[in-house]
């Protein structure tokens, strides 16, 4: 099952297909570490960089209505922002639906530019 609402997010770029790509092709560029450096946070435990990561992922999933992932990126900012030693847990999640997104953005991309 796809991690982004493709209907969805045609819908919110309709007519404007060009600025959708660019706008995938720039998650993709930005974001494609994220998985790793959401690891190194946790392996330092490092709350407040990952409250401010999550909190920059909120935004990104929310624009390309990733919704699954927002949902994890509100709930580990707000974890790792109490310092709830669940925010280490959620990051890990994070990290794995995150590759597995930038994969799906990938595959995408490359079809168009194909």
């Known amino acids: 099952m796809p991690l982004i609402d493709w209907q969805a997010l045609q819908q919110a770029f309709a007519n404007r297909e060009q600025l959708m790509n660019k706008i995938l092709q720039?998650?993709?560029?930005?974001y494609q570490h994220t998985d790793k450096e959401l690891e190194q946070l946790v392996n330092k435990q490092a709350y407040q960089p990952?409250?401010?990561?999550?909190?920059?992922?909120?935004?990104?999933?929310?624009?390309?209505?990733?919704?699954?992932?927002?949902?994890f990126a509100v709930e580990l900012e707000s974890s790792a922002r109490a310092e709830n030693p669940d925010a280490l847990?959620?990051?890990?999640?994070?990290?794995g639906k995150f590759?597995?997104?930038?994969?799906?953005?990938?595959?995408?991309?490359?079809?168009?530019a194909g």
């Open 26 to 30: 720039s998650t993709l560029e930005h």
């Open 50 to 71: 990952l409250a401010d990561l999550a909190h920059k992922l909120k935004s990104v999933t929310g624009n390309i209505k990733a919704m699954e992932l927002y949902q």
């Open 89 to 95: 847990r959620l990051a890990i999640e994070l990290a």
């Open 99 to 112: 590759s597995i997104l930038m994969l799906e953005i990938e595959a995408t991309v490359s079809n168009k």
